[in-house]
């Protein structure tokens, strides 16, 4: 079964740490672009970090960035997103995204346009950001 899933989601006070995964399977995750995106309620979804499945460059939004890595571990076909100095700005419930190749945009295209990413989506991991 192809399928993508979130977990790491959870609870924290401001100011601390977690680190998403989002692991596949029935496909090979280390060929595709694979984005993080979040969405807050009553807002809408926006793509605060993606990577490349070729070079490993990367994007981040800029209300992340420096705060937040994207990285893959292709033996354990997974991209996690490690978040650091969290806020409460920064609760949302999280989603990550596979596009597959080829790819003729720019990465970050990909990542902030609506649509940008193709394929496959997890169910998403709700973050929140609270004392």
């Known amino acids: 079964q192809v399928q993508l899933v979130e977990s790491g989601g959870g609870l924290v006070q401001p100011g601390g740490s977690l680190r998403l995964s989002c692991a596949a399977s029935g496909f090979t995750l280390d060929i595709y672009a694979v984005g993080w995106f979040r969405q807050a309620p009553g807002k809408e979804r926006e793509g605060i970090s993606c990577?490349?499945?070729?070079?490993?460059?990367?994007y981040y939004a800029e209300s992340v960035k420096g705060r937040f890595t994207i990285s893959r571990d292709n033996a354990k076909n997974t991209v996690y997103l490690q978040m650091n100095s969290l806020k409460p700005e920064d609760t949302a419930v999280y989603y990550c995204?596979?596009?597959?190749?080829?790819?003729?945009?720019?990465?970050?295209?990909?990542?902030?346009?609506?649509?940008?990413?193709?394929?496959?989506w997890g169910q998403g991991t709700q973050v929140t950001v609270s004392s």
């Open positions: 995204a596979a596009d597959p190749p080829p790819h003729y945009i720019p990465l970050r295209t990909m990542c902030v346009t609506t649509g940008g990413f193709h394929g496959h």
């Open positions: 990577i490349s499945s070729n070079d490993g460059s990367t």
